[in-house]
């Protein structure tokens, strides 16, 4: 090994000194006890046979290697620390029946879990089983602390622990009277369920139980720990199933109210992930007890961004049905969420906005929610987030059910037209909420009062968007899209002077939609050259192309497709 520096060489000193004092007071002690037993009367009836029955606590192999241990510790660790010779040593100090020794190798290991950069060998797992089971708490809380700071710097496989035979002594720890026992093994086992196999282990182990009982202890470490593993075991399915039997709802129910941020957000996400299975709706919403839903409701309020925002989460999980989404808007969901809209918080935002998707879904939800205070602010949410597709995606998908609504003209007056047409500039083709967008605008253009608010708003790069978008026939849905608001808007003068600037491009589209297998694109495309051929311009352009010839393609098609009709219903009549 290179130079240790001051620090470290500071800490090694520390460490033979508390060894070395150990060690003295241990053969002090042993001493007293001996002559304090060798005065006993019941010792001078047969003193021989007395001698027999005690045999040193210290056995001779162990003394020889804690001297050499020691030895190797003053050298300064020119030997490695994960050497053959310090793990033979290891063995022999964490096997020992001598507390004092277990003491000396959980010390140590304790040591080289704060300092270490490389991976533990596997074979320096092995003296943790004898370290875990220690009767000494002193060794217990070295061991399961040197243990969490090893899984948490990765310097150890986490699946492997498992496999070495570690989990059973970890989760009895979760038994100790001690709470930085307890504090530790919640770690691990914490730690230890990010794995899949791992979860499966830990249940299988009856893990469960003891954690549950943790996750309501009064020490807020172990209560973290405890909820935090909770979380983690929740990402199994199986696993859900035993916690809900084994009654983790009203125990991860009643720490969403904890004063600790913290076990709040631990056990909203463990909810959160119970509600993404509707198997266990109904355990969640009792009928006649609406406990966890009004809670949740309440930690939408929270000044922490993660609770509200996970809150969020669970409520979007669990709003399934029409009812349990009717009932989140009567118990005034609404404020909160436009409070979380306007959030500095990307993933607060992002959460609350879908959670408003999930309700605008509901016809019966869609009256409440198309109110000014909503309209305006999605459409500046569409402003200030045009470049976040999950943003402009949940808010175009609002828009455009809300306009499903009598309150459509609310939409219309409010900024959430311009925020649609100028998050196109900003999305690229290949995003989903691109669709969402073009599809929203295709819905609100079927009304004059919207098309007028859109042509209000159309310039050169809109136009040129529009245009471009409707010629990537590749994306189908947003193209036919484009295509439609375009037509829609033709009928004014402003879009039509827009429209002669890229005159090959809309002719291109068309020939393309013409000779589209899809008949909606055929009638779009159709409806579309008979309205610009009224312009001079268009209509030039359109005698010197493919156009007349495609036409007649589809207008041979057709006569086809009429006489096999006519020939389907006769055959039908007969």
Not at 100 to 126: D, K, R, T
Not at 372 to 391: C, N, Y
Not at 431 to 455: N, P, Y
Request: glycine residues 4%.
């Amino acid at each position: 090994m290179g130079q240790l520096c001051s620090r470290c060489m500071q800490l090694l000193r520390d460490f033979v000194a508390f060894v070395q004092r150990m060690s003295s007071n241990l053969v002090h002690l042993i001493k007293e006890c001996l002559i304090l037993i060798s005065k006993c009367s019941c010792l001078k009836q047969n003193s021989s046979k007395a001698r027999q029955l005690y045999k040193p606590i210290l056995q001779p192999h162990e003394r020889v290697t804690a001297q050499e241990f020691l030895q190797h510790i003053e050298a300064g660790f020119e030997m490695s620390p994960l050497g053959k010779e310090s793990l033979e040593a290891l063995r022999t100090l964490a096997f020992s029946e001598n507390p004092g020794l277990q003491q000396s190798a959980a010390l140590y290991y304790l040591h080289m879990s704060q300092h270490m950069s490389v991976p533990l060998p596997v074979e320096h797992l092995e003296p943790f089983y004898a370290l875990l089971r220690s009767a000494d708490l002193e060794v217990q809380q070295m061991s399961s602390l040197s243990l969490v700071n090893f899984l948490l710097e990765g310097n150890i496989d986490k699946e492997l622990v498992v496999q070495m035979g570690l989990l059973e002594p970890i989760l009895d720890l979760l038994e100790s009277e001690d709470p930085t026992v307890q504090c530790n093994s919640c770690a691990c086992t914490m730690t230890l369920a990010v794995s899949e196999s791992n979860r499966e282990a830990i249940g299988a182990a009856q893990g469960v139980t003891p954690l549950l009982a943790l996750a309501k202890s009064y020490d807020p470490r172990v209560q973290q720990n405890a909820v935090g593993a909770i979380l983690n075991l929740t990402q199994s399915e199986k696993i859900q199933q035993v916690l809900c039997k084994e009654g983790a709802l009203p125990v991860l129910a009643l720490l969403l109210e904890s004063p600790d941020s913290e076990v709040q957000y631990y056990s909203c996400a463990a909810l959160s992930n119970l509600a993404a299975n509707a198997r266990h709706h109904e355990a969640m919403l009792r009928p006649g007890s609406r406990f966890l839903l009004r809670t949740l409701i309440s930690l939408l309020s929270s000044s922490v961004d993660k609770v509200s925002s996970q809150a969020c989460v669970c409520l979007r999980n669990l709003a399934a049905s029409a009812d349990i989404q009717a009932e989140m808007v009567a118990e005034d969901v609404l404020p909160k969420l436009l409070s979380l809209l306007a959030s500095r918080s990307e993933d607060v935002r992002r959460a609350s906005i879908a959670l408003l998707w999930i309700l605008s879904q509901h016809p019966h939800n869609q009256d409440t929610l198309a109110c000014a205070e909503l309209t305006q602010s999605l459409g500046m949410l569409l402003s200030a987030h045009k470049r976040d597709p999950v943003i402009v995606g949940h808010a175009a998908c609002i828009i455009k059910n809300l306009s499903l609504s009598k309150n459509r003209q609310r939409i219309i007056d409010s900024p959430c037209i311009e925020g649609l047409l100028q998050t196109m500039l900003s999305t690229d083709v290949q995003e989903d909420s691109l669709h969402c967008v073009t599809s929203c605008l295709a819905e609100l253009a079927k009304q004059e009062g919207a098309t007028l608010r859109m042509v209000q708003w159309m310039d050169e790069p809109l136009t040129k968007c529009l245009v471009r978008l409707a010629g990537h026939l590749e994306h189908a849905d947003a193209s036919f899209q484009a295509a439609s608001i375009i037509q829609h808007m033709m009928g004014h003068e402003k879009m039509m002077l827009l429209l002669k600037r890229h005159i090959r491009e809309v002719q291109a589209y068309l020939e393309n939609f013409l000779a589209h297998r899809e008949l909606r694109f055929q009638q779009l495309g159709l409806s579309t050259f008979c309205r610009l051929r009224e312009d001079p311009e268009f209509s030039s352009a359109f005698r010197k192309s493919q156009v007349a010839k495609l036409l007649e393609q589809v207008r041979q098609e057709t006569e086809e497709t009429q006489e096999l009709l006519r020939a389907a219903v006769c055959h039908e009549d007969s």
